[in-house]
Nanobody, 130 residues
Framework: DVQLQASGGGLVQAGGSLRLSCAAS????????IAWFRQAPGKEREGVSC????????IYADPAKGRFTISTDNARITVYLQMDRLKPEDTAVYYC???????????????????????WGQGTQVTVSS
């Protein structure tokens, strides 16, 4: 079974940084895309960023552009989300999800409905204090 383990969340002051990790196991995919999502209390889950293992191509949602950086260690099947200049509005539970048969990276990869239920990891809480 595919398992995604998200970690690295915590409490940080505004302007600070955190690095989230999403470690995958049970993979038999030669190619995949892993995305980060977040869900704040009372809000819908929203896409943050996604990376393609094949060529390292990335896509970011507007709130993440210029502050967050997604990267991958294909040997470890781990995707990282470096979050800098954090804001209180970044407070949310952050989740990762995998697309096991990606074609071309697109905005669909930032849509949570695009991913099968079985390809989600548990969340990690990020809290940014003002």
């Amino acid at each position: 079974d595919v398992q995604l383990q998200a970690s690295g969340g915590g409490l940080v002051q505004a302007g600070g940084s955190l690095r989230l990790s999403c470690a995958a196991s049970g993979f038999t995919f030669d190619d995949y895309a892993i995305a980060w999502f977040r869900q704040a209390p009372g809000k819908e889950r929203e896409g943050v960023s996604c990376i393609m293992s094949r060529d390292g191509s990335t896509i970011y949602a507007d709130p993440a552009k210029g502050r967050f950086t997604i990267s991958t260690d294909n040997a470890r099947i781990t995707v990282y989300l470096q979050m800098d200049r954090l804001k209180p509005e970044d407070t949310a539970v952050y989740y990762c999800a995998v697309d096991p048969s990606p074609r071309r990276l697109s905005l669909l990869h930032l849509n949570p409905n695009y991913y099968e239920d079985e390809y989600w990891g548990q969340g990690t809480q990020v809290t940014v204090s003002s």
